[in-house]
Structure formats: structure tokens, C-alpha cells
């Protein structure tokens, strides 16, 4: 990493340590069986995903496809459904296997129609053994796809948090975003969401859109808090390879104007919802301060114990992060889904990246030091038989030096107000160097 990088406060999003790019094709194709027969499996989560979207946003690196050939949702849920039965057949006995969370993500889940969805719940209920109305079950769409009759269907089979990609309030912001959207749409929307009565709403934000200015990012907050959200979450712009901005080379190092310009609006945006009574869970989510929890831990998909079905997911073993092959660009995705819905054999990992005690270690601090709560040192102690100055010493005195970690004898490492701010440098610099390594030499496609 050079200096001139270090001097960028946005270079990655850690949404997952490691990121697919370090993830290679396994040459021994463990069975699932074997990955998790010593697993844990009294507290799984579960993604289902779904790779379609109805137009692909202008920031969107995310592994997905505009619209769906005639047959190819049905054929899709069809290879779920077989991917399903040979995952839940590898977990063993079904008295040992109990979910604690679930969520359908994408792409845009709500892509699907009406029946689809119900298909899509009956799955992770029927064939996975989770029950939907007894865990928290996050759900993602968009303002086009949030229809009365998908809301419905939602609701009725145990949705506790719907979360809302809008983006900008400002149409003129959401075109430079490319994301085609009227500002009417987007409130009938929301109306129809807070009828459907799902207890948390979120909504998505993006900073540093070009011609975005203090006062339009005020508005589209305001305009949020008049839906009195449970949760928002505030992202700032990335511009990524292959996508429909691209317009900044990712290899032409940082943009300082930009840089300070998202730097402003977050420090705006954050500073307007906490004096709105939201409290800050991350540099990204805010949550209100009455909102309904959603579990023992809220929802999270970053854990160990973790089964994601569909061709973008990604599974969690201890000993390995496993998921299907990743893409950006259009034509790869065609193709890697157009391999998934024919296949039919689904009882061994195919790519991923195994974990050892170190690339752990480094995972549990990523997970634990960006969240707002911080890395209780105990609880590292216990789970590691180590501290976290004992494993990671310069790496947290380079962070207290530059004023971005609170006291690190303290029993709990926490990152400061502007640490939180400089989150998505914080995360890429704790990368291993084998991590940072092949995503460097990951070939985008």
C-alpha cells in the first residue's frame, strides 16, 4: 500500500474479510459434509440470494443482472431449491441445526414476483428448516419492485427488517447516480412499505454524488427522517471498475477534493441523526434509538456458522469461506449464473479461502474494531488465548497515533469519532499480506 494511498480515507469497503477477489478456485473440492460436520449449528444464519435487478445502478459492483430472460427466475429458484436440499442434507441431523437469522439479499430480491417470494420463503423454510416467523429475516429492494402484493407476501411470512436502496431523494442526483427513479415513486413507496407494517425500515444514502452539495444532502435526510426510519445507513459514493460510473480510474490514486467533499457530507450526515435522537452502529448505520432489535446480535451475515445459498453467496466455516465463482462485469455474471441454474450437483465448495488462526484473528478484530461498540479485549482473550497488543501491537499504535483509536490498555479498543470517519482505511490497512496479496492479483472480470 503506498503513502499516497494511505492519504485516502475511502479504498475499500470491508462489507467481508477477506473480499471474493482473494478467493481461488479450490483444487480439492471438499465435500460440504466434511466442512461442517464439526461445525457448530445451534445458531446458523442464512442468506439466500438473488442475482437480478431490474436496471443496475451507476456505483453497483455488487454480482448481479439487469432483468431475466422468460423461465430464467423459475429456473433459478429450481436450482436453489437443489442447492438447498444437498446443503441441508450435508448439516446431518436436523435436531442438531437450528437458525438464528435470515435474509434474502441480491441484486434485488423483491425482482421476483408475488409467488416467487412465497417459493423463495418456502425454501428457506421447507427445505432449509428455518423458521422464518421465529428469527429476524432482513429483506432488501427497490423503490420500482416494493409493490403491495410482494410487501404482503413478505410480511405475512415473518419479514422484520425491509431495507430500502434510494440512494437521493433529489432526482437530478439519482440520474448522475444512474439510477432512474422519480422522487413521487420513491415516497408511494415507502407509503406502501409503512403500510405493510414490517417492524424495521432501513434506508440507504449515498454521499459524494456529483453535484451533491451540503444542502441537497440535508434534504434527502430530512426527507428520510420524515419516514422516521429505524435504521439509515449513509455510504459514500465508490467509483468501481466495470461499473456504469467508471469514470475515475481506480489506478489514478486518491481525488483529495472528493475525498473532502465525502468527508463533509458524513461528518453532516452523521452529526444530523445523532442530534435526531439515532445512535451510530458504524461509519455506515445509524439506528433510532427506540427501534425494535432485531436478535440477540441484530442482524449480521459476517459470522462464522453462516449458509448462503444462490450463486453471489458466500458460506462460513471456521476453517473456510466458500462461495460459487465472482464477476463484475455483465457477460461473466450471465455466464456464471447461466452454469448455476444447470447444475446439479451442489455437495462440494467450489472457490473460497481457508481461514487459519491468524487470518481469524484478524477477522474477528476487522469485525469487532469497525463497529462503533468497539473490541471487547476479554472476549478476544477467551476465544484466542491472546490479546489483541500481543497479535496486532503496531498495527493499533499506528491507529492511536494518527488519533483514530481511543486508549488502547482500555478494556474495551474502540476507533474515535474520526477513526469511525476513516473507517474504510482503517479496514484495508489490517488486511494480511497474503489477503492483500490476491486481491492484487485477482483478474477482474
Known sequence: MTTAQLTSPYQHYVYAYPHKTAYRKLPDRPALASLWAAEPKHALSLYLHIPFCEVRCGFCNLFTRIGAPDGLTGAYLDALERQAGAVRDALGHEDEVRFATAAFGGGTPTFLTAAELDRLCDIAEHRMGADLRAV?????ASPATATADRLTVLAERGTTRLSLGI??????????????QRRADVEAALA????ARIPVLNIDLIYGIDG????TWRHSLDAALAWQPEELYLYPLYVRPLTGLDRRSA????????DEQRLRLYRAGRD????HGYTQQSMRMFRRADAPAQGADDYACQTDGMIGLGCGARSYTAGLHYSFDYAVGMHEIRGIIDDYVTTSDFTHAEVGHPMDAE??????LLQSLLQARGLDVDDYRARFDSAPADDFGTEL?????????????????????????????????????????????????
Do not use: C, N
Open 136 to 140: 429476524p429475516l432482513s429483506v432488501e
Open 167 to 180: 440512494q437521493s431523494f433529489v432526482d437530478s442526483e439519482a440520474r448522475a447516480a444512474v439510477r432512474p
Open 192 to 195: 406502501r412499505i409503512r403500510d
Open 212 to 215: 451533491q452539495t451540503e444542502q
Open 251 to 258: 489506478d489514478a490514486g486518491p481525488d483529495p477534493a472528493w
Open 272 to 275: 444530523h441523526l445523532l442530534a
Open 359 to 364: 487470518e481469524a484473528r484478524r477477522r474477528h
Open 397 to 445: 499504535d499506528r491507529l492511536a497515533d494518527r488519533g483514530w483509536l481511543s486508549d488502547t490498555d482500555a478494556a474495551t479498543l474502540r476507533l474515535t469519532p474520526e477513526g469511525l470517519a476513516h473507517s474504510d482505511a482503517i479496514g484495508p490497512e489490517l488486511f494480511s499480506p497474503a489477503v492483500r496479496a490476491a486481491m492484487a492479483a485477482y483478474e477482474r472480470k
